[in-house]
């Protein structure tokens, strides 16, 4: 939803990130450094290869990368009902093709509610999803209903 187009590693542990609406600023990741895949931060040069990956995620290797949403959200101290309710506005004027094409993409890029990666995400970030069980409905009918085409 939020598009990083610039990071940089600065130290320690902290990232300058700039979204594509103009937002910017430094993130503290102090907090994940030295734990599981974030051991990988120990070494700063490796800290420093920070790049923007192909979904727009903030990724090191294939087995450390960050949720850019999650970012801008500890950025910005917005809460995810901010978000879904800015979605919800965005959404209410689209034509119904052009919300099948959006769900479509969604499905095909795998971008679906996951309640254990959301969980994991706010034990880190401190953000608390909105109402769990109705995202997960909505995203297990989105499967079920592109997995019948």
């Known amino acids: 939803m939020f598009t990083p187009i610039d990071v940089k ?28 895949e974030f051991t990988l ?5 490796a800290f420093r290869q920070v790049k923007i990956g192909s979904g727009g995620e903030l990724v090191w290797n294939e087995e450390v990368d960050l ?29 119904d093709k052009e919300i099948q094409d959006i769900e479509k993409m969604s499905f095909d890029r795998g971008d679906f509610f996951n309640a254990e990666i959301e969980a994991e995400l706010a034990q880190h970030t401190g953000v608390i999803p909105p109402d769990i069980d109705a995202r997960q409905e909505y995203s297990d009918y989105l499967e079920e209903k592109h997995s019948r085409r």
């Open 67 to 95: 949720c850019a949403d999650a970012l801008y959200l500890k950025m910005t101290g917005k809460s995810p009902e901010d978000i879904l309710e800015l979605a919800a506005q965005v959404y209410a004027g689209l034509p």
């Open 41 to 45: 931060w120990n070494d700063e040069t």
């Open 9 to 36: 590693a600065l130290t320690p542990y902290r990232l300058w990130i700039k979204y594509a609406d103009g937002v910017q600023g430094e993130i503290d990741l102090a907090y994940l450094a030295g734990k599981g």
